[in-house]
């Protein structure tokens, strides 16, 4: 009892930290001050009547609210005699294959600087930055000859490492057994079964309504659709984060989406976000760097050429190369076990004294990057907006997906969860799929990459990061690759090769997300 | 291959029963087996739809050829016509013409000009908005700028030469707009030019002052309309809306909206700026155009679905102005299809789908730009493929029904399973079952 209440309090203390250097908290000081004025506030009971007046005019919602928000990414407890890498990651084989395998994206991001003979960033000359500026609305229409760069690398290099992974203190020369996994995988991190996923997403069940089954044409509104869009603009008039959570996990209206994700990542438009936007505008138009064209090529690579997104070319543009600039996305270091890379100032390497991180923002873009801001575009058509939200998702969630760790919504724990949970519940397929060399992971691995960016209808795809933010986790996207291996499973028990496994699930637009999930969890015998 | 078999027993499928012993009591010894199976498919085949047509696009042909309909020549005894425009000129014109059977049917209405050439369409709203204000219908109601409220959605527009003067009146009201002429009888953006100065349409000003009796070649005819110069921007582009619209019937009028239309995007970024005004890549939206563009993609064609276009819409603008949209685009059709009934030559033997233009401002009012007889049926890309074959599987579904030799007797009511993608526009008159499209209760009580 006492370990745990000394537990809490300390939380409190690093949040009350962390919270103390906000914007925020000089805002709640000035209204402190301010309220001081009003003739509700008496001095016999200053600290009560503040509280009080906080609470009346809604800013003890926005203190929750940020609280909230600082939770979903607070780490795990641990042993207060943890070292400060221990708490990103505990597994020390985790955190030295995640060192070599940054080692090698440096390495040949450097190596392509070296071939070309491009610095790593540079400052542009003031003629060019006119133009940049004059061209900053399209810069889809800019065609760069980028033929000599590659993407740094792809999801499918980032699944060797993956499958290379290994647990030194891990003996598995037991025989084979119905125990044995069977996947790529090969680490013992603790995944959930089916009847824990059907605890953890009791809202998903058959008796309760839902946004993707129950708002189609056939059912009434009034059934269900009504009441959940009322209850939903009562949760944006509440203005609380924890509300929204909780009632997002059953879908949002399109209407009220945009509001309501703002709400729960906790992003009003202040207007000191808009200036912040516009200085990482200016750096962009002053300074070159290397990972533009490496953002270029993405964006022209896949956005482009996507039936739902090339609309939004010149925004992914926006978003991204104010991304590559933007060091408060560092802050997500914090709790993220990966290194931002370093660089060293021409001619200094190996001096400390002269390392920067590179790129500012600690994140060097792969193949496929820029599908994580495409669906956005849908809901909001200010670029300032759409760079916050995206940002906010990336240091939430996006993150996970490209890093080794062994968090639950770490992509090793998402594809161990896609693996056993075929292996466990679909056992003929997995095995069938092995045989002829398909291993299923090898297909669903770009799929949760992307977090279904790109492969699903955008309607869909918004629906289920609905319930990406309802749960704060990404385990539903191994559940849906799952589900989607079930719903094709009497093709796919057909097919004898790799590319014929491919072909088969080449396209899951016309795939309805909710249902395929509902059925999967809770309409599967298990 | 030509067909020409007088059944024997109309109606009656002969059949061989098993073991039955086929010599007849005459004692003349039974047909051969393959004289029956002959004789047997050759009736059969005189039971199939014989179809023509003098446009060569898969998506038609595959759709005639799944159904198991019989390919013939024009001069044969053909069921089912799908023609061009000049082909139906010639069937109903005085000289060429010739009587359609009670089993033929083709797919567009003799005076389908009414509509679809950008004069006569103009002319006949103007019109049909006349005579509702005559007849004080609160359709035809004004706002206090002399406005139709519910009936202004085809821009301010002018016939040239005739209404020149008129024009010019309207042009000086107003010096720094955007006016877009457009040829009355072609397609496909040809010949489109965007005008901000008088100076510019000089040439259509002389013939009108010329003797009244000089007669105007209907190949210069050209219309003007006030330029929309605000469009409804998505990523900072300019797109139109395609919607296809089946009519079965225009007295009574029935017509339905097939659901799976599509936004076509320009390639360029919009601008207004007059510099601009010759880039036709930045204001016209024809994919006969832009797939001529530098940046045109063959991926997805700079098509967006209806439905993408309303989620982005409702997602950013909300669920109300989205909905009342889309409710307007579908008053929009209905409205224009009533202008022109009472000038169409309703014939039986005619159904008609329509390729309709729509442009959507930035304050969310829809503005119908035109209506064309004869949309397209190339595919661009692979999606669109499927669209089109699926467009013209629905079409004929609704138009030949059951894909068995055509009556055109028939009541012209198709039953709810055959609707496909479709959705009832306008009944009437209502069907005694609960209808899909509630909102034009106004109508449906005619």
């Known amino acids: 009892m006492l370990q745990e209440e000394s537990d809490l309090s300390l939380i409190i203390a690093q949040i009350v930290q962390k919270l103390k250097g906000s914007n925020l908290y000089a805002q709640l000081e000035r209204q402190a001050w301010a309220s001081l004025q009003r003739p509700e506030i008496k001095l016999e009971s200053l600290k009560e009547d503040i509280k009080e007046f906080f609470k009346i005019t809604g800013w003890e919602k926005k203190l929750q609210n940020a609280v909230y928000s600082e939770l979903s990414v607070f780490p795990l407890p641990s042993h207060p005699a943890a070292p400060p890498e221990h708490l990103k990651e505990p597994f020390l084989y985790m955190r030295k294959a995640l060192g070599s395998w940054e080692k090698r994206i440096l390495k040949s991001l450097n190596s392509m600087c070296t071939e070309l003979s491009i610095p790593l960033a540079r400052k542009r000359p003031v003629a060019e930055q006119k133009e940049l500026l004059n061209k900053w609305n399209e810069m889809g ?66 008796n309760t309504g839902q946004l993707g089954i129950d708002d189609s044409t056939q059912v009434p509104p009034e059934l269900f659709e009504n009441e959940h869009v009322r ?46 936007y516009e200085q990482l505008k200016t750096n962009v138009i002053q300074y070159d760097l290397l990972v533009d064209r490496l953002t270029y090529k993405d964006v022209k690579l896949t956005a482009s050429n996507d039936d739902y997104y090339f609309v939004f070319e010149d925004y992914l543009y926006q ?41 500012p923002n600690g994140v060097i ?97 918004l629906l289920l990061w609905d319930r990406i933010l309802g749960y704060n986790s990404l385990e539903i996207l191994a559940v849906l690759a799952a589900a989607v291996f079930a719903f094709r499973a009497v093709n796919l028990m057909e097919v004898t090769s790799l590319a014929a496994a491919e072909a088969v699930l080449a396209d899951i637009s016309t795939l309805k997300v909710m249902p395929l999930l509902q059925i999967f969890l809770f309409a599967t015998v298990t | ?35 029956l199976w002959l004789h047997g498919s050759l009736w059969r085949m005189a039971g199939r739809v014989k179809w023509v047509t003098d446009i060569e696009k898969s998506v038609l042909i595959n759709n005639f050829e799944k159904r198991g309909w019989v390919q013939v020549s024009e001069n044969e005894d053909w069921n089912f016509y799908w023609m061009s425009v000049q082909t139906i000129r010639n069937v109903f014109s005085v000289e060429t013409g010739y009587r359609l059977a009670d089993d033929q049917i083709v797919n567009h209405f003799p005076n389908h000009y009414e509509l679809t050439r950008k004069d006569l369409m103009v002319k006949n709203i103007k019109r049909y908005r006349k005579e509702l204000e005559k007849e004080g219908s609160p359709l035809a109601e004004k706002d206090d700028n002399g406005k139709y409220l519910y009936l202004d959605f085809v821009p301010v527009t002018y016939m040239l030469p005739a209404d020149y003067s008129l024009f010019v009146e309207e042009f000086r009201k107003s010096p720094s707009s955007t006016w877009i002429m457009k040829p009355c009888g072609k397609a496909q953006g040809r010949g489109i030019f965007l005008i901000n100065k008088l100076s510019q ?36 582009r300019k797109f139109d809306l395609r919607l296809y619209v089946l009519v079965s019937t225009y007295r009574p009028l029935r017509c339905y909206m097939y659901k799976l239309g599509f936004c076509r995007f320009c390639t360029v970024r919009y ?115 499927i669209l089109k074959y699926n467009l013209i599987n629905d079409t004929l579904n609704i138009a030949v029904p ?39 209760t106004q109508e449906s009580v005619q």
């Open chain 1, 141 to 206: 229409t800019d065609e760069p000859d980028l033929s000599l760069f590659r993407p740094v690398y792809a999801p499918k290099d980032f699944l060797e490492v993956l499958i290379n992974l290994r647990n030194p203190n891990y003996e598995n020369g037991d025989p084979l057994s119905f125990r044995t996994h069977l996947g790529l995988i090969q680490v013992p991190l603790k995944v959930k079964d089916i009847p824990e996923l059907k605890e953890y997403f009791v809202e998903l069940g058959l």
């Open chain 1, 231 to 276: 209850i939903g603009q009562k949760v944006l008039a509440e203005q609380d984060s924890a509300a929204a959570q909780q009632y997002i996990r059953q879908g949002s209206p399109t209407a009220l989406r945009a509001e309501l994700w703002a709400l729960i990542l906790n992003i009003s438009g202040q207007p000191e976000d808009i200036l912040y």
């Open chain 1, 319 to 359: 978003v991204l190369l104010c991304f590559s600039r933007d060091t408060s996305v560092l802050g997500h270091f914090a709790y993220n076990c990966a290194s931002p890379p370093k660089s060293y100032i021409r001619g200094k390497i190996g001096l400390e004294e002269y390392a920067v991180f590179y790129p």
């Open chain 1, 365 to 461: 873009p792969f193949h496929g990057f820029s599908m994580y801001v495409a669906p956005l575009c849908f809901l909001y058509h200010e670029p300032y907006k759409l760079y916050q939200i995206f940002r906010e998702m990336y240091v939430r969630f996006f993150f996970r997906l490209h890093s080794i760790s062994s968090h639950p919504s770490g992509i090793v724990s998402l594809c161990l969860l896609f693996e056993s949970l075929l292996q466990t519940y679909l056992p003929q397929l997995f095995y069938h799929l092995r045989e002829i060399g398909a291993q299923p992971l090898r297909i669903s691995f770009k799929w949760m990459a992307r977090a279904f960016s790109g492969y699903l209808a955008t309607d869909q795809l």
């Open chain 2, 1 to 35: 291959m030509c067909v020409d078999v007088q059944a024997p027993n109309a109606g009656v499928r002969p059949r061989l029963r098993q073991g039955e012993d086929q010599r007849r009591e005459s004692g003349r010894p039974r047909r051969t087996w393959l004289s």
């Open chain 2, 201 to 236: 349409i000089k040439k259509w000003s002389r013939d009108s002052k010329t003797s009244s009796f000089v007669s105007q070649s209907t190949k210069e005819a050209y219309v003007i309309s006030l330029y929309i110069n605000n469009p409804l921007l998505i990523g900072g």
């Open chain 2, 271 to 385: 601008t207004p700026s007059t510099s601009e005004l010759d880039n036709m890549f930045v204001h016209l939206t024809n994919v006969a155009i832009q797939k001529h563009g530098e940046d045109y993609n063959h991926i997805h064609g700079g098509k967006w679905t209806v439905s993408n276009l309303r989620l982005y819409l409702e997602s950013t603008r909300g669920r109300e102005v989205t909905s009342k949209l889309f409710d307007e685009i579908h008053w929009i059709i209905v409205q224009s299809l009533k202008a022109v009934a009472p000038v169409m030559n309703n014939d039986k033997h005619c159904f008609e789908c329509y390729g309709y233009d729509i442009i959507i401002d930035d304050k969310l009012k829809p503005w119908l730009i035109e209506v064309n007889a004869s949309p397209s049926l190339t595919s661009s890309t692979a999606n669109d493929r």
């Open chain 2, 402 to 440: 059951n894909g068995e030799v055509p009556d055109c007797k028939w009541n012209k009511s198709p039953p709810r399973e055959v609707l496909g993608n479709y959705e009832i526009l306008l009944e009437s008159p209502p069907r005694r079952s609960v209808r899909s499209c509630g909102f034009l």
